[in-house]
C-alpha cells in the first residue's frame, strides 16, 4: 500500500481494529461510549480520513461529505438499515456507503419472534407478580391470562431479509403468514414454505392446514392476529412507498382489537403518539418495540404511561445484540467484523469479500429491475463498483436504493 489508508471509527470495534491495523490501516476509534458530537466527525473528515465507520447513531449528510470532498472513499456503517446516512448527498459526493447486511439477519428476527411471545404471553406482568410477591393463590384465570401464539395468523410487513427469517420461525408455531411487501414479492419463498406447512399437515403433526399468502397492507393489518414490522425507514421524500409513520391512528384502527404489534425496525415507522392512543383506548391489545422515533427513549413519553405499562414492551434497541453477532469467538463478532470488511473492501481482494459482494450484487441487480420508481437522486444509474482488484459490473440499471447490500452507493 503506497500511503496508508486512514480510518476513523465513531465507536469501539473492538477486535476488528486489530484485523484493520494488521493490514496496514491506520485506524482511530471514538473512545467514548456514547456517539461523538457531529464537529468531531467533521474535524476527522476534514484531517483527511479515507474512511469513515459508522453506527446508526451518527447523522452523515452533505455537511460530511463536503468536509471529505477529495478525500473521503467510503462511509461503512455498522448496522443494517442506513436511515442516518443521507443517500441523495451520498450520490451528489459520489461517496459510496456500506451496511452490514445479513449478518444480524437471525439474530434480529429470532428477537422480534420473542418479543411477540413475551407480549402475548405476558411474560413481563406474570413476572412482575411473582418478584413483587403478588402471586397469592393459583386460579384459572385470575388475575390475569395470555394470548397462545401457536396457529395464529401474523402479518409479516416488509418481506426482506429479516422479513424471511421470521416467517420461518412463525412455521415452527404453526401460524399462518400474510405477507405484504409493495416492492418484490418472494413467491418462490412463499411456495416452499407452503410446501412445509402441507407436509407438517399430510404428516399428521398439525390439525389444520397452515397457510402463506401476499395481500394488500390494509388486507394483512385487518386480518391478523400479530403485526411484525421489518422494513427500513424511507422518509416521504425518499420513495413512492413511504414507512414513515405507516404506522399511525388510521392504520392502527383498522387492526383487531384482539391484535398485537410488534416493531423491530426502525423506530419512525410508528407515530408513537398513536400508539400509545390506541393502546390506551383499546384499538389494538398490546405492543413490542425496540425501536423509538427519539433514541434513548425520552423520559416523557406517551409510550411509559403507566396505564399501558402491562400491553406496552420498551426494548433498547437489542434485537441485534447476540453475542455471536456482536462479538463473537472469532474476535469481532459478525457485524463489527462485516463493518470493517466492508470499509477496506475497496482496497481488499479476500474471498470473502469478492464472494460476499458478487452475491449482494447480483442479488440488488435483480431487486432493482423489480423496483418502484424513487426519487431521481436516489436511483443508481449504471454502477460499476471497484473494490480492490474486483470490478462488479453493474448492468446499465436505474433503481432506487431501497434494497441495498454490503455496498449500497454508486459511483
Ligand atoms: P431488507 O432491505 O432486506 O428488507 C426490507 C424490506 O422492506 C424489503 O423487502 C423492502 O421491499 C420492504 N419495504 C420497503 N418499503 C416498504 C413498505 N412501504 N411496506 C412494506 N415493506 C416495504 O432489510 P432487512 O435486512 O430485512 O432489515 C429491515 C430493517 O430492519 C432495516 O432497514 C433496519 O431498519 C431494521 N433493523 C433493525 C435491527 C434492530 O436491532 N432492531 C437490526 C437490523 C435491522
Not at 411471545?117 to 393463590?137: P, S, V
Not at 385487518?222 to 411484525?228: G, K, L, M, T, Y
Not at 422518509?235 to 384502527?253: A, K, Q, V
Amino acid at each position: 500500500m503506497d500511503k496508508q489508508f486512514r480510518v476513523f471509527a465513531t465507536c469501539d470495534i473492538g477486535e476488528a481494529i486489530d484485523v484493520l491495523r494488521k493490514r496496514g490501516y491506520e485506524v482511530e476509534v471514538y473512545p467514548h461510549p456514547e456517539a461523538p458530537p457531529k464537529a468531531v466527525i467533521l474535524n476527522k473528515v476534514r484531517s483527511g480520513v479515507d474512511g469513515l465507520i459508522t453506527t446508526l447513531r451518527d447523522q452523515i449528510d452533505a455537511e460530511v461529505f463536503e468536509a471529505g470532498k477529495g478525500s473521503l472513499k467510503v462511509v461503512a456503517q455498522i448496522a443494517v438499515g442506513f436511515d442516518n446516512i443521507n443517500r441523495a448527498d451520498a450520490n451528489r459526493y459520489k461517496v459510496p456507503f456500506t451496511h452490514t447486511a445479513d449478518v444480524l439477519t437471525e439474530a434480529t428476527a429470532e428477537f422480534a419472534f420473542f418479543m411477540l411471545g413475551a407480549l402475548a404471553r405476558r411474560m413481563w406482568t406474570a413476572e412482575h407478580l411473582t418478584r413483587d410477591n403478588q402471586w397469592g393463590f393459583w386460579h384459572p384465570y385470575l388475575p390475569f391470562l395470555g394470548d397462545e401464539v401457536t396457529g395464529k395468523t401474523v402479518a409479516v410487513i416488509g418481506t426482506g431479509r429479516i422479513g424471511l427469517a421470521f416467517i420461518k420461525k412463525c412455521v415452527g408455531f404453526d401460524m399462518n403468514v400474510l405477507c405484504y411487501d409493495p416492492a418484490y414479492q418472494n413467491d418462490a419463498f412463499v411456495k416452499t414454505i407452503q410446501e412445509i406447512h402441507d407436509l407438517r399437515h399430510q404428516r399428521g403433526l398439525v390439525k389444520e392446514r397452515p397457510w402463506i399468502r401476499y395481500v394488500p397492507f390494509e388486507e394483512a393489518l385487518r386480518e391478523a392476529d400479530f403485526v411484525s414490522v421489518h422494513v427500513p425507514l424511507l422518509r416521504n421524500e425518499e420513495s413512492d412507498t413511504p414507512t414513515y409513520h405507516l404506522f399511525n391512528e388510521r392504520t392502527l384502527s383498522l387492526m383487531k382489537p384482539t391484535a398485537y404489534v410488534v416493531n423491530t425496525s426502525r423506530g419512525p415507522v410508528v407515530d408513537e403518539a398513536a400508539l400509545a392512543r390506541a393502546l390506551r383506548e383499546n384499538w389494538i391489545a398490546g405492543a413490542a418495540l425496540d425501536v423509538y422515533e427519539t433514541e434513548p427513549l425520552p423520559e416523557d413519553s406517551p409510550l411509559r404511561d403507566p396505564a399501558i405499562a402491562d400491553r406496552c414492551r420498551l426494548l433498547p434497541h437489542f434485537a441485534s445484540a447476540a453475542r455471536i453477532t456482536r462479538l463473537s469467538e472469532q474476535g469481532n463478532g459478525r457485524t463489527l467484523r462485516a463493518g470493517s470488511d466492508r470499509c477496506v473492501g475497496r482496497q481488499l481482494r479476500g474471498r470473502y469479500h469478492k464472494n460476499a459482494l458478487c452475491r449482494e450484487q447480483r442479488r440488488v441487480c435483480r431487486l432493482n429491475r423489480r423496483l418502484q420508481k424513487g426519487p431521481r437522486e436516489n436511483r443508481w444509474t449504471g454502477v460499476v463498483f471497484q473494490i480492490g482488484n474486483l470490478r462488479v459490473w453493474g448492468r446499465k440499471f436505474t433503481g432506487t436504493m431501497d434494497r441495498c447490500g454490503p455496498l449500497l452507493g454508486c459511483i
